[in-house]
């Protein structure tokens, strides 16, 4: 028998609270004829706030499994934050690279595509942070089609012993 190290799927969820509170800071703004902080990274409204909880923290990072239910295309960033953006304005050092690109361009039901050194190497830098951190939010952005109800996400990792 092996030592395989069991797998651990975490899907990302919507925090729709965040997104809110993001939503309504660029609302805020625009009333009040304001301008954004310097280096401030306001949310657009192609976009929103999403979260892995990590119950595990010794984590590899396997793979990514991106459904997209129709023809578009999904960008997802890493933020650096420990996040109170009631507290605190999401600020654009605190976005990460690599960024994660998927797209289905085809009607059928095919998995998404991806540029995958760059999912991997994003997958990688989760499982890095996830070292440190319970919780990491992400910044979704959907384009060409591409929605919140139409994006199933997750990411798998190897938990080391």
């Known amino acids: 028998m092996g030592s395989e190290s069991p797998d651990t799927e975490l899907h990302f969820r919507l925090d729709s609270q965040l997104t809110e509170v993001m939503r309504l800071r660029v609302q805020s703004l625009q009333q ?3 301008k954004r902080q310097e280096g401030e990274r306001l949310l657009r409204p192609n976009e929103a706030v999403y979260r892995l909880d990590f119950s595990k923290q010794s ?3 396997s793979h990514w499994m991106v459904r997209l239910a129709q023809p578009g295309r999904l960008t997802i960033t890493a933020t650096s934050q420990l996040w109170t953006p009631d507290l605190t304005n ?3 050092r ?3 690279e690599p960024v994660g690109v998927f797209w289905r361009t085809a009607a059928e039901d095919a998995p998404a595509q991806c540029y995958e050194a760059d999912a991997a190497e ?3 830098r989760i499982a890095e942070l996830a070292k440190v951190r319970k919780v990491m939010y992400f910044l979704f952005a959907f384009a060409e089609g591409c929605s919140h109800e139409s994006v199933d996400c997750s990411i798998t990792f190897m938990v080391d012993a």
């Open 32 to 34: 009040r004829s304001q």
């Open 59 to 61: 984590l590899r990072f």
């Open 90 to 92: 999401l600020m654009t």
């Open 94 to 96: 605190q976005l990460l």
């Open 122 to 124: 994003f997958g990688e």
